[in-house]
């Protein structure tokens, strides 16, 4: 059960909230449909975590539609993926200009593409999560990663720029590795990053392939297929460029 169900309970456990009010909590409308969306409202009940919302193909005032219905039904902090600057720079505007939130509390990441409405919570969890990628190219894939662990409430250490071609780079942050909770392998090319972590690290490693590299790459296909084929034990494969979903993936893994 989810920490809000145990927080709703536990609150009338101690009288705080009677079981009539309870009841009315978790029998709110699970979504609001607004027309172009149906917003989940249960997901933090369910999940732990407020529906995030995917900001590539969705205009700036469609967002700040969104956003308003999750702020209006107390979803807390949110977060809103793939959004470029242009677009994050007209949702600020319209949000701020209907008064829905205050500018302070927005806030944007322009190399992650992310945008968050709120402050980020304590890092908590059972200890930090690594982000490792091949080289400087991986690094927008990686802070999508990196900033969706954070914003969830985890400790991120970034060590970027240890691929293969110059082992002796990521064998210097070995100790680091050794003591991560998850390792989060960023590569693209041939993939190699994610085989090599997965024989050194003792915890569980999340491959995220990436579209960097020449022809043969075919834009991540050959490094997804190589993290695919690992032969070592404790690594997982996200979607090709999928940092989104190694940084909520690692989130749950260091929150168990």
Same mark, same amino acid.
């Given at each position: 059960?989810?920490?809000?169900?145990?927080?709703?309970?536990?609150?009338?456990?101690?009288?705080?909230?009677?079981?009539?009010?309870?009841?009315?909590?978790?029998?709110?409308?699970?979504?609001?449909?607004?027309?172009?969306?149906?917003?989940?409202?249960?997901?933090?009940?369910?999940?732990?975590?407020?529906?995030?919302?995917?900001?590539?193909?969705?205009?700036?005032?469609?967002?700040?539609?969104?956003?308003?219905?999750?702020?209006?039904?107390?979803?807390?902090?949110?977060?809103?993926?793939?959004?470029?600057?242009?677009?994050?720079?007209?949702?600020?505007?319209?949000?701020?200009?209907?008064?829905?939130?205050?500018?302070?509390?927005?806030?944007?990441?322009?190399?992650?593409?992310?945008?968050?409405?709120?402050?980020?919570?304590? @890092? &908590?969890? =059972? $200890?930090? #999560?690594?982000?490792?990628?091949?080289?400087?190219?991986?690094?927008? +894939?990686?802070?999508? *990663? /990196?900033?969706?662990?954070?914003?969830?409430?985890?400790?991120?250490?970034?060590?970027?720029?240890?691929?293969?071609?110059?082992?002796?780079?990521?064998?210097?942050?070995?100790?680091?590795?050794?003591?991560?909770?998850?390792?989060?392998?960023?590569?693209?090319?041939?993939?190699?990053? @994610? &085989?090599? =972590? $997965?024989? #050194?690290?003792?915890?569980?490693?999340?491959?995220?392939?990436?579209? +960097?590299?020449?022809? *043969? /790459?075919?834009?991540?296909?050959?490094?997804?297929?190589?993290?695919?084929?690992?032969?070592?034990?404790?690594?997982?494969?996200?979607?090709?460029?999928?940092?989104?979903?190694?940084?909520?993936?690692?989130?749950?893994?260091?929150?168990?």
């Amino acid at each position: 059960m989810m920490r809000d169900v145990k927080d709703i309970l536990n609150r009338v456990k101690t009288g705080e909230l009677s079981v009539e009010d309870a009841a009315a909590e978790l029998k709110a409308q699970p979504y609001e449909d607004i027309g172009y969306a149906k917003v989940d409202l249960h997901r933090k009940l369910r999940k732990g975590v407020a529906e995030v919302i995917y900001g590539e193909s969705k205009t700036a005032d469609q967002i700040a539609g969104i956003v308003e219905t999750m702020r209006d039904a107390d979803q807390g902090q949110i977060m809103v993926t793939r959004i470029d600057a242009k677009k994050s720079e007209a949702l600020l505007g319209l949000l701020a200009g209907r008064n829905a939130i205050e500018a302070d509390s927005y806030h944007y990441y322009e190399l992650a593409r992310i945008a968050t409405i709120g402050d980020k919570p304590e @890092a &908590s969890g =059972i $200890g930090k #999560i690594v982000i490792a990628t091949g080289g400087t190219s991986d690094i927008p +894939v990686a802070e999508e *990663a /990196a900033v969706t662990a954070e914003v969830l409430g985890n400790e991120v250490l970034r060590l970027y720029d240890v691929g293969v071609a110059g082992i002796h780079r990521l064998f210097d942050c070995s100790e680091e590795i050794m003591k991560a909770s998850v390792v989060i392998a960023i590569a693209g090319m041939e993939g190699a990053l @994610a &085989s090599v =972590i $997965g024989g #050194i690290a003792s915890c569980p490693v999340i491959a995220v392939p990436t579209s +960097v590299g020449y022809g *043969a /790459a075919f834009e991540g296909l050959t490094a997804l297929l190589s993290m695919l084929n690992s032969c070592a034990s404790g690594v997982s494969v996200v979607n090709i460029d999928n940092g989104y979903g190694a940084g909520y993936l690692a989130h749950i893994i260091n929150h168990r």
